[in-house]
């Protein structure tokens, strides 16, 4: 096991790896922008370095400054998180060339698996089924209404770089189609700095199933089950849940199993996630790959009880997975509200400032995971997530009500936050007998008068 490991990261989850990391007696060195001073993770690491001004460009974004830290705090492996630089297979090769452990998959799967189109190769190869659409990346607008009208609309159109709905149209007809097309490049190259765009046939009214995979540098991959992500709002997900409402054992072995077989034939080790769109009629499709922890990652921690963080640690030091596939049980239901400083009645406006009173609920199957605190200023700078409030119970109907009083006891004053929004989903009936798509938010909103 490693002796000490830099965070490369902030907020919630460098707090959680934090935790872990003292379970296992590992030090840990905490890095932060001036605007973090006051974060839990800086007061609870071993030890801290500022890194840098405000905005993530000028610290948590900086490669050179972080190996500085790492250097200064004579660190053995570095825990990037999830977001910035987690997928980045640059900064995974920096780690290797000053020999540090980069804990995550190796550099050359970070960048395979990145590249959309070639991850659907990759799946292609695995056999597991892909959505219709073009064969790799496509410069050309004429080439790409050629497919678009071949494989019928509506169409999707994303980058091949890309991630959190950047870079992604969607498109009804060949009339919009030159406009959206000349957009999904041109947010791609400004996101992502590669204006490549690759075309999907569009499942409609899908639900959003991932599945989470383990695998050691010994040659063994497992999956841990499913989350259902379906309720989400312009590709951001809101809330998730395992096991899924919609899918029976059948098709949890099959989904499981092609994951299984996606992850083996890219040569993946460590944890990972892979995503995929499950239709009406059970067909399920393969959409991509996150090579990195999840932020909904304590759902299937929940359901298994097993710690995917210690899991992270474990194999990156090179220990072999102590548990086999048929040792994995899904033991209880979990849902997860991920609870952010935004207003869903101004189109989830983002609400910086200072938290001046926090009290976070508990009692039996409830878990919050969060970097906050009465007094804590939410910085304007990074993502408005204040942290993850999941619920447990032996059934999902335990779960939510669990879930909903959890909510009613959840008390932040001095900035909005969408807890009322989450709270009046678990009382929604849809969602309460588990009927729920990507759309569900879209549709929720409009019979609930939510304003946007």
């Known amino acids: 096991m490693f002796d000490k490991i830099l965070i490369a990261n902030r907020g919630e ?4 790896i934090i935790r872990t990391c003292r379970e296992l007696g590992v030090k840990t ?3 932060y922008s001036e605007a ?5 993770h800086v007061q609870l690491a071993d030890e801290a370095i500022c890194i840098g001004s405000a905005p993530a460009s000028e610290s948590y974004l900086r490669a050179d400054r972080i190996f500085s830290a790492a250097e200064l705090g004579n660190v053995d492996a570095i825990h990037p998180g999830y977001g910035f630089l987690s997928e980045n297979p640059v900064f995974a090769e920096q780690c290797l060339d000053c020999k540090i452990n980069f804990i995550g998959p190796s550099p050359e799967v970070i960048r395979q698996m990145g590249n959309k189109a ?5 799946a292609k190869k695995a056999k597991v089924p892909i959505v219709p659409g073009s064969e790799g990346a496509i410069e050309n607008e004429n080439e790409a209404l050629k497919v678009a009208e071949s494989i019928g609309f509506p169409i999707i159109i994303k980058a091949v770089a890309g991630g959190g709905g950047k870079g992604m149209r969607l498109v009804h007809n060949s009339v919009s189609f030159s406009k959206e097309f000349n957009v999904a490049r ?12 690759y075309i999907e046939k569009f499942v409609e009214d899908p639900r959003h199933i991932e599945i989470q995979i383990v695998a050691d540098k010994h040659g063994k991959v497992l999956h841990l089950g499913e989350r259902d992500c379906s309720i989400q709002r312009r590709y951001q997900k809101i809330i998730e849940e395992a096991p899924s409402p919609f899918l029976d054992n059948n098709l949890r072995e099959k989904i499981g199993d092609a994951a299984v077989r996606l992850a083996k034939q890219c040569g993946y080790e460590n944890v990972g996630t892979i995503e995929f769109l499950v239709d009406k009629q059970s067909n399920f499709y ?9 932020v909904e990652h304590g759902v299937t921690e929940e359901v298994t009880g097993i710690d995917l963080i210690d899991l992270q640690l474990r194999i990156a030091a090179g220990e072999k997975i102590p548990f086999d596939q048929k040792n994995v049980k899904f033991i209880r239901h979990a849902i997860e509200c991920r609870i952010n400083a935004e207003d869903p009645e101004r189109n989830f406006t983002p609400c910086p400032g200072e938290i001046i009173l926090y009290y976070a609920p508990g009692g039996n199957g409830i878990r919050v995971d969060s970097h906050v605190y009465g007094g804590y200023r939410i910085p304007q700078y990074y993502d408005s997530m ?12 335990i779960a939510i009500n669990r879930m909903s009083r959890a909510l009613g006891e959840y008390i932040i004053r001095g900035v909005s936050t969408t807890i009322p929004f989450t709270k009046a989903i678990m009382s929604d009936i849809d969602f309460r007998a588990g009927h729920v798509t990507t759309k569900f938010i879209e549709e929720f909103m409009k019979r609930s008068n939510h304003g946007v």
């Open 186 to 197: 041109a947010e791609a190259e400004k996101n992502f700095g590669n204006g490549m765009v």
């Open 36 to 40: 973090d001073e006051q974060s839990l």
């Open 118 to 122: 070639y991850a659907k190769d990759m």
């Open 286 to 294: 393969f959409m991509e790959m996150n090579t990195r922890i999840q």
């Open 29 to 31: 060195l905490a890095i």
């Open 13 to 16: 989850i460098a707090l959680r």
């Open 386 to 397: 204040i942290g993850k409030l999941i619920a447990t119970g032996n059934t999902r109907e």
